[in-house]
T-cell receptor, first 116, second 116 residues
Framework: AQKVTQAQTEISVVEKEDVTLDCVYE???????LFWYKQPPSGELVFLIR??????QNEISGRYSWNFQKSTSSFNFTITASQVVDSAVYFC?????????????FGSGTRLLVRP | EAQVTQNPRYLITVTGKKLTVTCSQN?????MSWYRQDPGLGLRQIYY???????DKGDVPEGYKVSRKEKRNFPLILESPSPNQTSLYFC???????????????FGSGTRLTVV
């Protein structure tokens, strides 16, 4: 069955530290899509990245980077030189190509606290 | 501005009093969906709609109804709310074709519902 696991419930770091948020997924589909969303204290969901299963290239966007490894079914997210504004709950999500409901399967989220 | 608008943002109600949470999108998206977010569970899909007059159950539909009479609107109806429906609700939309929904959704800002 499809599943997304974010084992880290909460992470606390000091500003400027690097931090990695882990995401492990399960799917039987050969074509699937992985996402990261940020939920700041205000509550809205902010789209960060989408990756499809055929594209294993790592991605970097400013201080953010993502490491997709099909061999370990992981899609980890690293924030370099963290800032207080990075404090939020981060969700990893999976969407399966053959799922006609097109739903996103979310992990339980990782709460990141960046202390000044 | 392209957006999904939910109303209200916050709602406190009593058990058994029917309520409707509205959702409207201005992007001409065919696909719309409702999710609920609960601590430790991430977001779970309640209902979705592929097009006008086409709706289907998601993973947690019990206690909810939806309708899709117009393309832009997808209200969530709680006929007889109970305390276990206290949650944060998100509406989402996406253009519909074989691939586009997997590009990720545009989410509304969320509705925090408390049923006492």
């Amino acid at each position: 069955a499809q599943k997304v696991t974010q084992a880290q419930t909460e992470i606390s770091v000091v500003e400027k530290e690097d931090v990695t948020l882990d995401c492990v997924y399960e799917t039987r589909d050969t074509t699937y899509y992985l996402f990261w969303y940020k939920q700041p204290p205000s509550g809205e969901l902010v789209f960060l990245i989408r990756r499809n299963s055929f594209d294993e290239q790592n991605e970097i966007s400013g201080r953010y980077s993502w490491n997709f490894q099909k061999s370990t079914s992981s899609f980890n997210f690293t924030i370099t030189a963290s800032q207080v504004v990075d404090s939020a709950v981060y969700f990893c999500a999976l969407s399966e190509h053959e799922d006609s409901s097109y739903k996103l399967i979310f992990g339980s989220g990782t709460r990141l606290l960046v202390r000044p | 501005e392209a957006q999904v608008t939910q109303n209200p943002r916050y709602l406190i109600t009593v058990t058994g009093k029917k309520l409707t949470v509205t959702c409207s999108q201005n992007m001409n998206h065919e696909y719309m969906s409702w999710y609920r977010q609960d601590p430790g569970l991430g977001l779970r899909q309640i209902y979705y709609s592929m097009n006008v007059e086409v709706t289907d159950k998601g993973d947690v539909p019990e206690g909810y109804k939806v309708s899709r009479k117009e393309k832009r609107n997808f209200p969530l109806i709680l006929e007889s709310p109970s305390p276990n429906q206290t949650s944060l609700y998100f509406c989402a939309s996406s253009p519909r074709d074989r691939f586009s929904p997997h590009n990720g959704y545009t989410f509304g800002s969320g509705t925090r519902l408390t049923v006492v």
